[in-house]
Each structure stands twice: as C-alpha cells, then as structure tokens.
C-alpha cells in the first residue's frame, strides 16, 4: 500500500521536529511550511494538529503553532512523574505477569539489542528504527501491569520527554553512555522478579536522561 500525500507531508514534518530542524520555541507558520514540504496549508495544518497530540508540536491560541519549548521546573517534574508512574505500573507488571508477558519482553529486547542507536548517515542522531524498538521494550516492561489508564500516562509522559532525549543525542555524555547495559539490566531484574531492583534500574535510567538533557543546555 502508497503513503498517501497527507501522511507523507505528516511524517516529514515530524522528522523534521525530532531531528532539531528548528529550535524549542519556534513558530511553525503552515504557509511556510507549505511551501517547504510542497503541500496545501490545510495539509500542514492537519499534520501539525496531529504533532501536537504526540506532543511534538504546541497549539497556542490565536498564536499558533510551535515547536515545544520546556523550563527547567517542568521537565524535572514531568522526569519525577514518568519515574513515579512507570515504576508503580512495572512493580504491578512484576506482580501480574505471565509467561506470555515476559516471552513478549525478551523479544522487544532482543529486537531493541539488535537495532543499531545510530543513524549511519549521521553518527550523532538516533535512529529512527532504534527509536520505535526502545519505546516498544519500555511500553513492553510495564504493559504486564494491566491497567489501561496507567499505560495510558506512560505513553503520553514519554511522548513529551522523546524529543529531548533526540536532540541531547550528540552531547558527549550521551556518546559515552552503556544504554544497552541499563537496558539489559533492566530486563535482568525484571525476569528475576526483583522488583525493588527493577524499579531502582529504571528511575535511574530516566535520571540519567535527564541528566543528559540538561546538562545539553535544552532547557533551562
């Protein structure tokens, strides 16, 4: 099956924003943008009304579009919150899942092992494949948990940290940092069904995102 048009102008505009084409803050005008992707104004302005449901685009009142802009307090807040909400969900994950859960989580770390972080066109940014098997084995850890409205959170509170997380991406520290180790430590705590461990794994790997982010200077 083709790509229909509007879907291909939605998913350019899409990299465009994850790949750190413009800066936080910026207005996305739809008749620019029209003109950039060669495309009707209508056509954008649906593509940018569905970014801003995955939290890549901010809709303000008679202003418009922008890309998202975060302040320090925020970010650290919704950092506490995704820690919060994802390690009660794991530590119920623990309690209630079955084989069939952790035979799925295996292979959403197997597939995530094996798919390459970076882009080998361009070293410092992530892969886009990479990217869709990472949040696949972190929705895999909690979805044992059961509970919609929780999972439901999750995504969304992991949607408005993702496009930080890209564009720190070529920050040294990132550079350095054994995400496959925390990853695979992880699973290792959550297959042992140590949930005291698991939950202390999984705080610090998204404390040390934010680390990262921060110290790139994203916010602030």
Known sequence: MSTSPDASVFERIRHAILAG????GHRL???ALSGRFDTSTPVVREALTRLVGENLVVARTNHGFFVPKL???EFRDVTELRCVTESLALRLAIERGDLQWE???IAAHHRLARTPRRCSSDPERISED??????????A???GCQCEPMMRIANNLSQSTDLYRRWAAPAPETLQR???REHRDILDAVLQRDVERACELLRHHYEETARIVLAAGLVG
């Open 21 to 24: 084409t413009w800066a936080p």
């Open 29 to 31: 005008a739809p008749a």
């Open 71 to 73: 302040d320090l307090r």
């Open 103 to 105: 035979t799925e989580l």
């Open 130 to 139: 990479w990217s869709v098997a990472h949040r696949a084995f972190h929705q």
């Open 141 to 143: 850890l909690i979805v």
């Open 178 to 180: 054994d995400v496959e």
